[in-house]
Nanobody
Framework: QVQLVEAGGGLVQAGGSLRLSCAAS????????LAWFRQAPGKEREFVAA????????DYADSVKGRFTISVDNAKNTAYLQMNSLKPEDTAVYYC??????????????????WGHGTQVTSSS
């Protein structure tokens, strides 16, 4: 069974940094796309970033371009989201998700088949 486990969330002052990790298990993921989503209280779950498992192509929401970096370590079956220059509006539960296929990129939550349980990120002003 496919499992995704997020880690690395916490409370950081505005301008600080965090690195989230997503450990994947249960399958060979070479033909999959991994994405990060986030959801704040009272808001819809929104797309943050995506990467094909081989790391060749990446996609970022405009709100995080230049501040967040998504990456994959194939040897460890783990993906990462490096979050720099955090803002209060980045505060949310962050979720890791997987879908089969490499392209084209999609930002729809319904396109992703596997989800982790999320990790809380709080950026205080």
């Amino acid at each position: 069974q496919v499992q995704l486990v997020e880690a690395g969330g916490g409370l950081v002052q505005a301008g600080g940094s965090l690195r989230l990790s997503c450990a994947a298990s249960g399958r060979t993921f070479s033909m999959y796309t991994l994405a990060w989503f986030r959801q704040a209280p009272g808001k819809e779950r929104e797309f943050v970033a995506a990467i094909v498992w081989n790391g060749i192509n990446r996609d970022y929401a405009d709100s995080v371009k230049g501040r967040f970096t998504i990456s994959v370590d194939n040897a460890k079956n783990t993906a990462y989201l490096q979050m720099n220059s955090l803002k209060p509006e980045d505060t949310a539960v962050y979720y890791c998700a997987l879908r089969p296929g490499l392209r084209p990129f999609t930002r729809a939550t319904t396109s992703f088949d596997y989800w982790g349980h999320g990790t809380q990120v709080t950026s205080s002003s």
